[in-house]
């Protein structure tokens, strides 16, 4: 089964930036993953923030297009650059992933295997 690990997290002011690392273990050399991440503020909904297919297809969260980047250095390797931080991305982040392609910015019940989050903090 598939565990995936993320790091990076912190606290920053706005305008500051950060950048997330999420490991994924136990992948299937043949299977395509789709990989994610979410963010979540307590007592709300877990949204998607970026997503990123087995091409290297994006997609992104309206709010954060411009500002934030989602990229994999290899299959297991993913990563979130986030620049010019606002304090309304404060969250918890996760790390999501699923097997196959993907094509639009899905809620958290299409992704099987899930981080445990990283906390991200933006002060004004």
């Known amino acids: 089964q598939v565990q995936v690990v993320e790091s990076g997290g912190g606290s920053v002011q706005a305008g500051g930036s950060l950048r997330l690392s999420c490991t994924a273990s136990?992948?299937?050399?043949?299977?395509?993953?789709?990989m994610a991440w979410f963010r979540q503020v307590s007592e709300k909904e877990r949204e998607a923030v970026a997503v990123?297919?087995?091409?290297?297809?994006t997609i992104y969260r309206d709010s954060v297009k411009g500002r934030f980047t989602v990229s994999n250095s290899d299959k297991n390797t993913l990563y979130l650059q986030m620049n010019n931080l606002k304090p309304e991305d404060t969250a918890q982040y996760y790390c999501a992933a699923r097997e196959g392609v993907c094509y639009d910015l899905y809620g958290r019940t299409f992704f099987d295997y899930w981080g445990q989050g990283t906390q991200v903090t933006v002060s004004s």
């Open positions: 136990r992948m299937a050399a043949s299977t395509a993953y789709c």
């Open positions: 990123i297919g087995p091409n290297s297809r």
